[in-house]
């Protein structure tokens, strides 16, 4: 309901999660709510099942970074952005 950078546009962001048999993440699709075609991301595990990455599926483009601690803590999540908005 609300648009970059939080502006209420009348549109509802869907986002649509997919997981594994074990329930671990596999993929998101993502669509903005303005009728274009839905964008999937992949999930980049590490072998405990963290996520590490999630990466564009189209292109293989890393879109968040994740970073934890010795006991699995998450101490970092960065979303990265173009030049005019945030990938997702």
Same mark, same amino acid.
């Given at each position: 309901m609300y648009g970059h950078p939080g502006l209420r546009d009348? +549109?509802?962001v869907r986002l649509e999660f997919i997981y594994d048999e074990a329930g671990r993440p596999?993929?998101?699709?993502?669509?903005?709510? +303005?009728?274009g075609a839905?964008?999937?991301f992949n999930y980049v595990l590490n072998?405990?099942?963290?996520v590490q990455q999630i990466r564009r599926a189209s292109d293989g483009m890393i879109v968040a970074v994740y970073d934890y601690n010795a006991r699995g803590?998450?101490?970092?999540?960065?979303m990265?952005?173009? +030049?005019?908005?945030?990938?997702?």
């Open positions: 009348g +549109h509802t596999v993929q998101l699709i993502w669509n903005d709510g +303005h009728g839905s964008q999937i072998l405990q099942g963290d803590v998450k101490m970092l999540m960065k990265l952005t173009t +030049h005019r908005r945030t990938v997702i």
